[in-house]
């Protein structure tokens, strides 16, 4: 698959659609507290992304393995890695962890960022392990320099989170971003120094670490879609997507709203 380098106008451009999904994500955060749904997350997301002229890119995103993804957000609840569906019959309970991804189209280019956020009062080795795989993510993006390969992005988030005792999933990575959703090159979060694409100037990636309390080995669930531990301990996830620099990255999503509501 060709690497795209995009031009200022077209990282411009991508900041406003990630700076959104940055807002959505906040606003979803504003809503998650103990007996809500995640379908009534979704319709808060769905709506917030429609209000600002934006597309949610992921209702409808095609499936390989069945149907289409039907919701704006995925929501993975506890065990849930990543891609879960948005239910009426999944509520949120003190203690729980839930990882929200959301993707927008605005203007022709995408935005894609994932936040795990706690519900009430969480269990500290989970909360240790949301702090940590947040951690990894920003000495992944440290590692993001042009002359840089992705090997060297994913060795900096396996060591953090190895040194803890986590996991890390290798089936699903991080990826190129752009006029579409998945672009080359994947970016996994695990490798070695030195290996795989040499990181350019214009390209722009999504880095997102999915960390497990106990083993890496995950399944797939009937509905096709969600993924979740094998062993059912907690799964953290967290995702910015960046602009490849000659210099420092520069991070093109943001927690701030999330953080400093």
Not at 70 to 90: K, M, R
Not at 219 to 240: C, K, N, Y
Request: hydrophobic share 40%; proline share 4%.
């Amino acid at each position: 698959m060709k690497i795209f380098l995009k031009t200022e106008d077209e990282i411009n451009l991508m900041r406003e659609a990630n700076q959104l999904v940055g807002k959505t994500l906040a606003e979803v955060g504003r809503h998650i507290k103990p007996g809500v749904t995640t379908r009534y997350l979704d319709k808060v997301a769905d709506e917030f992304i429609r209000d600002h002229g934006a597309i949610p890119t992921f209702k409808g995103f095609p499936n390989p393995y069945g149907e289409p993804f039907p919701a704006a957000i995925c929501t993975s609840v506890n065990d849930v890695v990543v891609h879960g569906i948005p239910s009426d019959d999944v509520v949120l309970h003190e203690g729980d962890i839930i990882s929200v991804d959301c993707g927008t189209l605005l203007n022709g280019y995408n935005g894609d960022s994932a936040y795990t956020f706690m519900v009430g009062e969480v269990d500290k080795t989970v909360k240790q392990l949301l702090e940590i795989t947040k951690e990894s993510l920003y000495l992944g993006i440290e590692q993001a320099v042009s002359g840089r390969h992705v090997g060297d992005i994913g060795a900096a988030i396996q060591a953090h989170c190895e040194a803890h005792g986590y996991g890390i999933v290798r089936e699903l990575t991080g990826h190129g971003i752009g006029k579409e959703m998945h672009e080359a090159p994947q970016i996994p979060n695990y490798g070695m120094r030195g290996n795989g694409v040499m990181l350019k100037a214009g390209m722009c990636i999504a880095i997102e670490p999915m960390v497990t309390l106990g083993s890496r080995k995950i399944g797939m669930l009937p509905d096709q879609w969600s993924i979740v531990t094998l062993d059912h301990q907690v799964a953290a996830h967290f995702e910015h997507t960046i602009a490849i620099r000659k210099g420092r990255a520069e991070i093109l999503s943001t927690f701030e709203e999330i953080e400093n509501h």
